[in-house]
Nanobody
Framework: QVHLEESGGGLVQTGGSLRLSCAAS????????MGWYRQAPGNQRDLVAT???????NYADSVKGRFTISRDNAKNTLYLQMNSLKPEDLAVYYC??????????????WGQGTQVTVYS
């Protein structure tokens, strides 16, 4: 069983910053790619950013230059630094991880989500 716990969401004014964290725990041998996704009201869940175990990053065009994804492999923790937030960034943000279990299986897991609200 693997658990992803997000934290750091909240209410912020336009132009402000938030830092999301996602801690992975459970029967994990190694974590491969991790990522952040978001789902705004009435919309599908969309990619925000991903990062490989080697640190290669990928961003949605809408967040490039404003958001930074990073990870601490020793702590099995993923981060998302969000700067210059806009009202359109309002969404529930979900953490995702691909990982190898202790018995050698490749699996994926989602966190429960954390709400980010940006007001004008």
């Amino acid at each position: 069983q693997v658990h992803l716990e997000e934290s750091g969401g909240g209410l912020v004014q336009t132009g402000g910053s938030l830092r999301l964290s996602c801690a992975a725990s459970g029967s994990i041998s190694s974590i491969k790619t991790m990522g952040w996704y978001r789902q705004a009201p009435g919309n599908q869940r969309d990619l925000v950013a991903t990062i490989t175990s080697g640190g290669i990053t990928n961003y949605a065009d809408s967040v490039k230059g404003r958001f930074t994804i990073s990870r601490d492999n020793a702590k099995n923790t993923l981060y998302l630094q969000m700067n210059s937030l806009k009202p359109e960034d309002l969404a529930v943000y979900y953490c995702y991880a691909n990982f190898i279990t202790v018995d050698g299986r490749l699996q994926g897991s989602w966190g429960q989500g954390t709400q980010v609200t940006v007001y004008s």
